[in-house]
């Protein structure tokens, strides 16, 4: 039996009937943070910030006044010249590194809070998946499993580094989940079985370090090279980096702290979930991965 890659057929469960978000919005607007420079003497390290989401979301930071690290296998010079173009007189620290190497990740961390004096944020944006056109029993298992290097594993390496100065700091950890960890689609187990493992990460981080501030979050609908690479084409990728990088700097403001330990997708309007569902979510512990039937 042939199975068709058809996202347009996905059931997911938008599990907030909210508006939906595509760009920047009021409550993500950076433009305050910008003008107050409200990250100023704040440090933020972001893994996989060659290009698209990552890039964006270093740009945003060092726009707010932090201190940006940012790291990739690939060279970062384009990031780098956005910076220093968009952002002049930011401090910018590079690092090339393969994120399945433990012993790197853990000497970036050390450069960067000895070269900065501290870790304030660390955003986990890096990510791997075959191409989405085998089932489970055709799959490469040796490439299936190195989604899970890059996406689990990577994230640990960094994540467990970081998490000293995070506490120190009052800080925050944001990983990159996906959407996809909330459906089950054929053809993409490698990415969402890996994706879901992500946001459960997310809720342990919380769980055993509360002195910081743990989130997985969905960064939009957007075309990357990595959805290049599924062969799930441009389909409903219809929204901006910005959103993704809004509500990341937006997670770190203090005011969404309630959330620390939930998913969060980027398309949800945050003060439409705020105003509606806040005490909902916090009394019936929602936004975390669990097995239930409807109330």
Not at 17 to 22: C, D, L
Not at 27 to 51: E, Y
Request: proline residues 5%; charged residues 25%.
């Amino acid at each position: 039996m042939d199975i068709i890659l058809d996202p347009t057929a996905w059931k997911q469960d938008p599990m907030l009937p909210v508006e939906r978000r595509s760009d920047i919005y009021p409550a993500i607007d950076p433009q305050p943070a910008w003008t107050s420079q409200s990250f100023a003497g704040k440090t933020v390290l972001i893994v996989g910030a060659s290009r698209g989401i990552g890039q964006t979301i270093a740009l945003y930071y060092a726009k707010a006044g932090a201190a940006v690290a940012i790291t990739a296998r690939s060279s970062l010079e384009d990031t780098r010249a956005l910076i220093e173009k968009e952002a002049p007189g930011a401090k910018v620290l590079t690092f090339e590194a393969d994120v399945k190497d433990k012993a790197r990740a853990a000497e970036v961390v050390e450069k960067v809070v000895k070269e900065c004096g501290g870790l304030d944020v660390l955003i986990y944006n890096s990510a791997a998946s075959l191409a989405w056109e085998k089932r489970l029993g055709d799959v490469d298992i040796d490439g299936w499993w190195n989604t899970f290097e890059v996406n689990i594993r990577g994230a640990l390496c960094y994540v467990q580094p970081a998490i000293p100065h995070l506490e120190k700091a009052r800080g925050y950890s944001i990983l990159v989940a996906s959407a996809m960890s909330t459906v089950r689609a054929p053809l993409t187990s490698d990415y969402s079985i890996s994706k879901h493992t992500l946001v459960r990460l997310a809720e342990y981080i919380q769980i055993e370090h509360p002195a910081l501030h743990s989130f997985s979050i969905h960064p939009c609908q957007v075309s990357t090279e990595l959805t290049k690479s599924t062969l799930i084409g441009d389909i409903l990728l219809t929204d901006k980096p910005d959103l993704a990088a809004g509500t990341a700097l937006a997670l770190c403001s203090g005011r969404y702290d309630w959330l620390a330990g939930r998913y969060v997708d980027s398309n949800w309007d945050l003060n439409e979930v705020e105003e509606k569902y806040k005490a909902q979510i916090l009394e019936k512990d929602l936004l975390v991965s669990k097995l239930a039937l409807p109330s």
